[in-house]
């Protein structure tokens, strides 16, 4: 509570001094409760977490509705004060048998202002911001690939926008040999989603995403140790966020044209599987030589790199993916990497990163890299098979799949999507990234 002290204020209407801590307020029966904005050492990147925290530890207490007086608060403020209170109702325990007892709060929001527009858009960031953490908190037995094509048909008609999922048919005949081949060793067979939201009628396509969906990451052959390989299951965060955004854009009915694309496979340890030494053809035509199956989330994404920027051409171009364990070596849990020779992409994704708490630092696209992916007999290799520089010479492979495209930029989300929070024991879902890209895709759209 010792943060909460420090930013809100709290009243109970029948009581005339103010409290000093939340907890004081619930010996009283029948009161409700009074939030009366943030106090002067604020910190506004926080508030959402603030709030949440708020619900989250106190709503057992409360009877609804409760009044949330919202005068103290700037838009932005009121904003993430609501995305707070709705994050406090994410339920973690879905496939508990015996569901613990949840009463919804009814939170009324008080101001003098009108604030109807505020609170719509804010209900639907953590609305799709709840929907992606349970789509990577899910166990990999009911995420398939076909499930997260599912849901994007789904939620496509719900959302009104398309979507078409490539299933192996489509894939073989179109040539997504990488995805195909990291695929290849699972009972669960991998498709690629393709989802477009097209406001502006035959107008270019100006944002193009693309995300890792590995539905869960054995390593394949060169299999992972078995410690915490349980939490494999959300290596299809970068895809989470992809659909995420999607969905929150349409919902949003942002005026910008943005395709999205989802590269999804099992990456299982079968007799099937692809080998390493193995050579694979990939959309692109580059021809790749396998040196470890477990970095199969670059092979994925070059397919889908290659195929956005083919196929549609869009003005600029973001990637997403659970991509390396060197990247958290690199920064830990506290930013994601970015790869780019995109400044001003750059820039822009770094303020927005900070505004909504979900940050990007920069690290290197040097040429000096590129010795690491060469092979012999091969265009390139996926590994340099040397522990060095890992996050780096994944983004290099990456590159090379982009077709020289001047505006692209990829983030390592690893160490960012999936971790500890205060609101489960074990690693769960993060939600990282929908805000960022949505309040990017926002800006470009104000430009
Ligand atoms: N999915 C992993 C990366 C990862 C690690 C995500 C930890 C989340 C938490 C990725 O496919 C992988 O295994 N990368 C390898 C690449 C290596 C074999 C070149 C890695 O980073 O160790
Ligand atoms: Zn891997
Ligand atoms: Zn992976």
Known sequence: MEHLQQFITIKDP??????????????AEGNRVYLLGLGEEKDAVKVDEAFRKLSFDHKKYWKAPVQVVTADLSEAELQKAIIGLEMSAYEIGTFKSKKEETKAITFEMVSDKDITATLQEAQAIAETINRIKTLVDAPANQKTPKFLGQW?????????????????????????????????GSVNPPVVIVTEY???????VDIGLVGKGITFDTGGLSIKPSTNLHYMKSDMGGAAVVL?????????????????????????????????????????GKTIEIIDTDAEGRLVLADGL????????????IDLATLTGSVVQTLGYTAAGMFTNNTEMSQELSKIGVDTNERVWPLPLFTDYEADLHSDIADLRNYSGKPVAGAITAAKFLEAFTDGHKAWVHLDIA??????SPYS???????????????????????
Do not use: W
């Open 14 to 27: 029948d009581f005339n001094g103010e409290f000093s801590t939340v907890q004081m307020l619930y010996g």
């Open 152 to 184: 994007a048909e789904d939620s496509a008609k719900a959302s009104d926008y398309k979507c078409t999922v490539l299933h192996e048919k489509e894939l073989k005949a179109q040539g997504f040999h990488a995805v195909m081949a990291v695929g290849q």
């Open 198 to 204: 097209m406001p502006k009628k035959d107008s270019a």
């Open 244 to 284: 995420g955004v999607v969905e929150l854009v349409a919902k949003l009915k942002l005026n910008v044209n943005i395709v999205g694309v989802v590269a999804s496979a099992e990456n299982a340890v079968d007799s099937n599987s692809y080998r390493p030494g193995d050579v694979i053809d990939s959309y692109s």
């Open 306 to 317: 290659s195929y956005i920027i083919k196929a549609f051409q869009p003005k600029q171009v």
């Open 415 to 420: 160490g960012v999507s999936f971790g500890d």
């Open 425 to 447: 024991k074990m690693k769960s879902a993060s939600g990282y990234g929908v805000q960022l890209i949505t309040n990017y895709i926002k800006e470009f759209a104000g430009n």
